[in-house]
């Protein structure tokens, strides 16, 4: 059994094509997909009905920054990658300091990132 094996990836992504291409990278690694969620209302209410190990997350969902989600899985300890075009000076300071991926971005490095974020077994 592979780490990634059977772990839950939590989606959060409002671009189609980007959102399938995340789900394709993670589930060719053999994770669980959980989502992909394209609001912030939506995704909050997702990730508290839902169980997962790690949280990818466009941080802009149609102009609507996914911060108080952020805050929320941060607080429960849900290690979060953050997708985004931002950079770490663009992001409020108590982001700063979080992985991020920058867009665009390829599927071994998702890959790679994930795998960081997960503990070790």
């Known amino acids: 059994m592979t780490e990634s094996e059977g772990c839950r ?3 959060v992504e409002d671009e189609f094509l980007v959102a399938l291409q995340i789900e394709d990278d993670l589930v060719a690694a ?3 997909v959980v989502g992909p969620f394209t609001t912030l209302q939506g995704s909050i209410i997702a990730s508290r009905e ?6 990818t997350l466009d941080l802009n969902l149609r102009g609507e920054f996914v911060y108080p989600l952020v805050d929320e899985l941060l607080e429960r300890g849900v290690p979060v990658l953050l997708l985004t075009g931002y950079t770490a000076a663009d992001l409020p300071e108590r982001f700063r300091a979080l992985p991020r991926l920058a867009k665009p971005f390829d599927g071994p490095e998702l890959i790679r990132q994930v795998e960081s974020l997960l503990p070790a077994t």
């Not at 839902?50 to 949280?55: G, M, R, S, T």
Request: glycine fraction near 8%; charge should be negative; avoid cysteine.
């Open 9 to 11: 990836v939590f989606v």
């Open 30 to 32: 053999g994770y669980v």
């Open 50 to 55: 839902q169980q997962f190990e790690v949280a």
